[in-house]
Structure formats: structure tokens, C-alpha cells
């Protein structure tokens, strides 16, 4: 490849080949990638567009261009995402979080009491975003389990909890659900956090190409009505929970009233229904009754 590019051709070209691949957010994407791939950042490039890039760095950035063309979500290629101001290890191990996943860790965030000691655990973790996002903007005095059936994740996890300084504090575990915790944490946990698997099976594959073939299908997978995690979470908190201890879940947008439901029939009270930036459902909250 000829040394022929400025930055500001480069990212172009960059877009170019996004958009004729169907990427949606193809200028979004390719700048992501161009400041990712050359280190850069967003005013360095606004007031450089004009110099010249290296051989080695265009050839990098066209070839992670080419791998977002082919429908590989930009998280992966860079191999991290920003989440609650903090930034997480992400690759095809773990989801990539989300936005929307910020509102379930503002709510345990709001609701946190300073004045104690608080105990909580985290199912599904993933990346253990939730977590470790808690442990980081927390008190001080926080102490999590964090729990996953799949190994490869809690290693995700674990790198992510080194980097960011939390990893004194939380226990990772690994097994399904309620399943992986010690059996010392049963009546005191002041908090149960999830983001569980909640799509609907006959809908996974609707879901965008970089979701669907990319991410994995345990983390997104909810059963045949996307509740199935939802059922065994509230079927047994209560049994984890200490006296008043509150009970937390990111939900699908549609399934506000099922979950609400759900708990109704559970040991549980105070129960809300939260909602995201575009006024969607997105987070079930519920106090376990004194």
C-alpha cells in the first residue's frame, strides 16, 4: 500500500467503504476506528486533518474497516467500551455493554445507602460492567459476587476488575444463576443485580447482524418468551436477600408488565418500573418484604 493518505482522506475512504457494506452508522463507526487505531483524539484530528499517515497505521485502520464491513461490532475490533465514564476489556467472550445498561446501575447507584456496609451480587455478569461500574462509583465499603455460567467471561470479567482497581472487593463465581454463590450468602445480601439473557429465542434471529452472529447467544437468549431468567431470579432472591434487601433488573422494552407481574407474586414489595432516556421500560426494581 502507497503512503498516499491524509488523516481526513483517510477517514473519508474509511466511510465510503462502511456505507457501501449497508453499515448504518458508517461515519460514526469509521471515525471511532480512526481515532482508536491511530490514538487519537477527536480534537487532535479536527485541528491535523491534513497530515499524512503512516503506511503501517492505514494499513491497520483499512483492516479493521474491513472486519466492521464484514459486520464485526467496532467494540470488538478495538477491543473495549466505554461504560459509566469507566472503560471495559470487551471481546467476542462477553456482550458489549450498553447505554441502556447505564440506567440499572444508576438506579442500585441512587438507591445506595452511605451509611453501611452493603453486600451485593451481580448474576449474568459478562464483562461484570454492572459490578465492577458499583464497586468503582460506590462507597468504598461495597463487597460483590459476580456470578456466570461461562468461564470465558468471568476471564473478561476478572482482567476487567484488575484494571480497575476493584478486584479486592469482588468474588467472581462461576455457575447458573443463584447456583454459583456460596451458600454463606443465602439471607445476606442487601442487593441483588441482573441483567439477565432476555430476548425471545424466535426473535434472535431479527436481531442486527453484528448482534446476532458476533455476540453470544447465551448472553442474549431468554427463552421462548425472553423471561425464563426473570422467573428463576424472582423465584428465589427472596431466599438471598436480607430483610428489606432490594432486588434490581434491566428488562427488555416490552416487558415491563410481565416482570412487574412476576414480582407481585414473589415476596416482594415497592415494586417500580423504570425507564429510559426514550421513556421505554428498562429497569424492574422491587424491595423484599420486612
Not at 485502520?61 to 465514564?85: S, V
Not at 479486592?168 to 441483567?195: H, M, W
Not at 447465551?218 to 423471561?227: K, V
Request: hydrophobic residues 40%; aromatic residues 6%; charged residues 25%.
Amino acid at each position: 500500500m502507497e503512503n498516499k493518505y491524509c488523516l481526513g482522506e483517510l477517514l473519508s475512504h474509511g466511510t465510503f467503504l462502511l456505507k457501501e457494506a449497508g453499515i448504518a452508522e458508517a461515519a460514526e463507526d469509521a471515525r471511532y476506528l480512526l481515532l482508536d487505531a491511530l490514538k487519537l483524539d477527536l480534537g487532535t484530528f479536527l485541528t491535523h486533518r491534513e497530515e499524512p499517515v503512516g503506511k503501517e497505521d492505514a494499513a491497520r485502520y483499512l483492516e479493521w474497516i474491513q472486519k466492521r464491513a464484514n459486520g464485526c461490532p467496532a467494540q470488538y475490533i478495538t477491543g473495549t467500551q466505554d461504560f459509566m465514564g469507566l472503560t471495559f476489556c470487551v471481546d467476542p467472550r462477553v456482550l458489549i455493554p450498553r447505554m441502556d445498561t447505564e440506567v440499572l446501575v444508576e438506579a442500585v447507584l441512587t438507591w445506595m445507602p452511605r451509611s453501611r456496609k452493603l453486600l451485593g451480587a451481580d448474576l449474568c455478569t459478562g464483562s461484570g460492567c454492572i459490578a465492577i461500574s458499583l464497586l468503582s462509583l460506590g462507597p468504598s465499603d461495597v463487597r460483590m459476587y459476580a456470578a456466570d455460567l461461562s468461564k470465558d467471561a468471568l476471564n473478561v470479567a476478572a482482567e476487567n476488575a484488575r484494571r480497575l482497581g476493584v478486584s479486592e472487593r469482588l468474588t467472581l463465581c462461576q455457575g447458573d444463576l443463584f447456583d454459583a454463590l456460596p451458600s454463606k450468602c443465602l439471607g445476606t445480601l442487601d442487593y441483588i443485580v441482573s441483567n439477565p439473557p432476555y430476548i425471545p429465542t424466535r426473535e434472535i434471529s431479527d436481531l442486527d447482524r453484528n448482534v446476532r452472529e458476533y455476540e453470544p447467544n447465551m448472553a442474549l437468549d431468554g427463552g421462548a418468551d425472553g423471561l425464563d431468567f426473570y422467573r428463576e431470579i424472582i423465584k428465589e432472591a427472596s431466599m438471598w436477600l436480607v430483610s428489606g434487601g432490594m432486588l434490581f433488573l434491566e428488562i427488555g422494552c416490552e416487558q415491563g408488565a410481565a416482570v412487574q407481574s412476576l414480582l407481585q407474586t414473589a415476596d416482594m414489595t415497592e415494586i417500580q418500573i423504570l425507564q429510559d432516556l426514550e421513556h421505554r421500560d428498562r429497569v424492574a426494581v422491587a424491595r423484599k418484604l420486612r
